[in-house]
């Protein structure tokens, strides 16, 4: 079956745009994560959603959010880009819950310039 | 506050010996462990899972223990294969619904030598 589709692979922006990312999930799955990797961070929590509603959410400021759709698919904005944005983007898909196994997909690779 | 630690950034191995990959957590409610590998341009993949009511798990050529007392656990590879070399990324979670995400550590770049 298919795997977890993040799209677009790569982004390159300028600051105080605006940017909007893809995930499609494993079909069946239904909890969707987010989560930020930079050098020497980690990989660290955005947010968690499962059925369309924000199950959870980590410490990032506002311009960080999401939704989802009936579908399981979701999307991740980020308004007002600033420099420190810049990072790979993974999405995870689970069957019910973002704690456990979770299946990544290739991330998505944003340059904000 | 780093929840979960892998104070090792790096570690090389020779092919054929053992790799031990370490992490420690502070989190006492954290109850589920994993390891994730992760290679250039790709996203993590899943490698091998633990419960906090087992001590070890098993799954062919890895190993996962975990010493709770300690808040502790290692990933031992046996034997290491040029193909390990990665960055692999120890992961926890707990079972309080409501708490749905991983809490990863800093990752550590395996490299195998031939």
């Known amino acids: 079956k298919a795997g977890v589709t993040q799209t677009p692979r790569y982004l390159i922006k300028t600051r105080g745009q605006q940017v909007t990312l893809s995930c499609s999930p494993i079909s069946g799955h239904r909890s969707v994560s987010w989560y930020q990797q930079t050098p020497g961070q980690g990989l660290q929590f955005l947010f968690e959603y499962f059925s369309e509603t924000q199950r959870n959410k980590g410490n990032f400021p506002g311009r960080f959010s999401g939704r989802q759709f009936s579908n399981s698919r979701s999307e991740m904005n980020v308004s007002t880009l600033e420099l420190g944005d810049s990072a790979l983007y993974l999405c995870a898909s689970s069957l019910e819950r973002g704690a456990d196994e979770a299946f990544f997909g290739q991330g998505t690779r944003l340059t904000v310039v | 506050d780093q929840q979960v630690k892998q104070n090792s950034p790096s570690l090389s191995v020779q092919e054929g010996r053992i790799s031990i990959l370490n992490c420690d957590y502070t989190?006492?409610?954290?109850?589920?462990f994993l390891w994730y590998k992760k290679y250039p341009a790709e996203g993590p993949t899943f490698l091998i899972s633990i419960s906090s009511i087992k001590d070890k798990n098993e799954d062919g050529r890895f190993t996962v223990f975990l010493n709770k007392s300690a808040k502790h656990l290692s990933l031992h590879i046996v034997p290491s294969q040029p193909g390990d070399s990665a960055v692999y990324f120890c992961a926890a979670s707990e079972s309080n619904f409501g708490n749905e995400k991983l809490t990863f550590g800093t990752g550590t770049r395996l490299t195998i030598i031939p």
């Open positions: 989190n006492s409610m954290f109850d589920y």
